[in-house]
C-alpha cells in the first residue's frame, strides 16, 4: 500500500460559507477536509493540517515551514509522496518554490479548488482525489513539483492561473501540461527535459518587488523601491523584453546601487532577447547590468530571483541555465 501525506495550508479547498454566504478561506481543518471529501481508501493518508490561511495570506515563513516538513517526510521514509493543498491565488508562486528548493526524487503535488466543497459542482473532491494519486504514480519520479488540477498535470515552472473563477483554473502556456488524469489513472505524454536548479535557501527573506512596464512608465516606482532599500526587483517588460526610455536612468541608477534586476516579458509565449538595440530594449537593459529573465513570468522570476539571493548565486548564470 502507497503512503501519501496530504499537507494541508487552507484556500478555498477547505472554505466554509459563514452566515452572510461568503467564503471564509482556510476555514477547514486537514482533518474536517478529509471527513467532507471521503478520500481514496486504498492509499494509507497522513493528514497534517499545517497552515489555515487564504493563499494571499501565506508568507515565505509558511513556505519554508512547509518545505522543511516535506524534506523531514521523504528524509525518514515516511511516505512515497506528498500533496499540499493550497489556495488557487498564489498556488503557481507555492509550487514553483518548492521546486526549487527541494532536492528528492519522489512526487510532490500541489493542488486546490476554485469552488468551496460546500458549492454545488465543486471540484475540490476530485481535484484531491487526483492529486492522491498523482503522487503514488511513479511515473512522477524525478519530476520535480508538479501541479494537479481539473484532470490535468502541469510543470511548477510554466504552470499559471488563467481564470478567476471557471474551474479549468490553471493552465501553462506554450509547452502545455504534461499529461492527464481519467478514471484515476494518470497519462504521463511528457516531461522537462532540464531539471530545475536545486537553490539552496539560508534564514534571510530578502525583499523583490515586481514592476510593469508600459507606455509612459517613468521612474516612479524605481525610486520607491531604492528608497525602500529592496534586494532585487523583477521588470515585467512587453515583447522581447523592452521598457518605456523614462525608466532607464533610474535602472541604471537601481544597479549602481547593488540591486539586481530582472527583465522578463508581459507576453505569455516566447522569451526577452536582445533583438533590438535602442534606448529601453533588452539589448540597452542587458549591457547595463540587468539579468535577462527567459522565458519566465514575472512572479516565477520573483520566486527564483529570492532563492537566489538566498543562496548568493550568481543570477546572470542561473537564469541562464534553466
Same mark, same amino acid.
Given at each position: 500500500? !502507497?503512503?501519501? $501525506?496530504? /499537507?494541508?495550508? @487552507?484556500?478555498?479547498? $477547505?472554505?466554509?460559507?459563514?452566515?452572510?454566504?461568503?467564503?471564509?478561506?482556510? #476555514?477547514?481543518?486537514?482533518?474536517?477536509?478529509?471527513?467532507?471529501?471521503?478520500? *481514496?481508501?486504498?492509499?494509507?493518508?497522513?493528514?497534517?493540517?499545517? /497552515?489555515?490561511?487564504?493563499?494571499?495570506h501565506l508568507t515565505f515563513e509558511d513556505l519554508d515551514k512547509i518545505r522543511v516538513k516535506i524534506n523531514e517526510l521523504f528524509e525518514t521514509n515516511s511516505v512515497d509522496g506528498v500533496v499540499v493543498t493550497h489556495g488557487t491565488d498564489s498556488l503557481e508562486e507555492t509550487a514553483y518554490y518548492l521546486d526549487l528548493t527541494i532536492d528528492n526524487t519522489n512526487p510532490i503535488v500541489v493542488t486546490g479548488s476554485q469552488r468551496s466543497p460546500e458549492e454545488l459542482g465543486s471540484d475540490a473532491f476530485i481535484n484531491l482525489r487526483h492529486a492522491i494519486y498523482s503522487a503514488c504514480d511513479e511515473q512522477l519520479l524525478d519530476v520535480g513539483t508538479i501541479?494537479?488540477?481539473?484532470?490535468?498535470?502541469? #510543470? $511548477?515552472?510554466?504552470? !499559471?492561473?488563467?481564470? $478567476?473563477?471557471?474551474?479549468?483554473?490553471?493552465? #501553462?502556456?506554450?509547452? @502545455?501540461?504534461?499529461?492527464?488524469?481519467?478514471?484515476?489513472?494518470?497519462?504521463l505524454y511528457q516531461k522537462p527535459i532540464k531539471k530545475c536548479k536545486l537553490i539552496p535557501v539560508s534564514e534571510s527573506f530578502p525583499k523583490v518587488e515586481i514592476i510593469k512596464a508600459y507606455l509612459g512608465a517613468d521612474e516612479f516606482f524605481i525610486n520607491a523601491c531604492m528608497e525602500a532599500n529592496v534586494d532585487g526587483i523583477i521588470i515585467e517588460g512587453?515583447? %522581447?523584453?523592452?521598457?518605456? *526610455?523614462?525608466?532607464? *536612468? !533610474?535602472?541604471?541608477? #537601481?544597479?549602481?546601487?547593488?540591486? %539586481?534586476?530582472?527583465?522578463?516579458?508581459a507576453a505569455e509565449e516566447g522569451a526577452v532577447y536582445t533583438t533590438y538595440d535602442y534606448l529601453g530594449s533588452a539589448y540597452d537593459l542587458s549591457e547595463s547590468g540587468v539579468t535577462l529573465g527567459k522565458d519566465y513570468d514575472s512572479k516565477k522570476a520573483r520566486i527564483k530571483l529570492i532563492c537566489l539571493i538566498r543562496a548568493n548565486e550568481d543570477i546572470n548564470k542561473v537564469f541562464d541555465y534553466y
Open positions: 500500500m !502507497k503512503k501519501v $501525506a496530504i /499537507i494541508t495550508t @487552507g484556500g478555498t479547498i $477547505a472554505s466554509k460559507h459563514n452566515e452572510e454566504g461568503r467564503l471564509n478561506s482556510g #476555514a477547514m481543518t486537514g482533518e474536517e477536509l478529509n471527513e467532507v471529501l471521503d478520500l *481514496p481508501k486504498d492509499i494509507d493518508l497522513h493528514i497534517i493540517s499545517m /497552515i489555515q490561511k487564504p493563499s494571499m501541479v494537479v488540477f481539473n484532470e490535468r498535470v502541469f #510543470a $511548477a515552472q510554466y504552470v !499559471k492561473k488563467e481564470h $478567476a473563477s471557471n474551474i479549468q483554473g490553471f493552465n #501553462a502556456f506554450g509547452f @502545455g501540461y504534461l499529461g492527464i488524469i481519467d478514471n484515476d489513472k494518470l497519462h512587453v515583447g %522581447r523584453g523592452q521598457v518605456s *526610455p523614462k525608466m532607464m *536612468p !533610474k535602472i541604471q541608477e #537601481a544597479i549602481k546601487k547593488g540591486i %539586481r534586476i530582472v527583465i522578463t516579458t
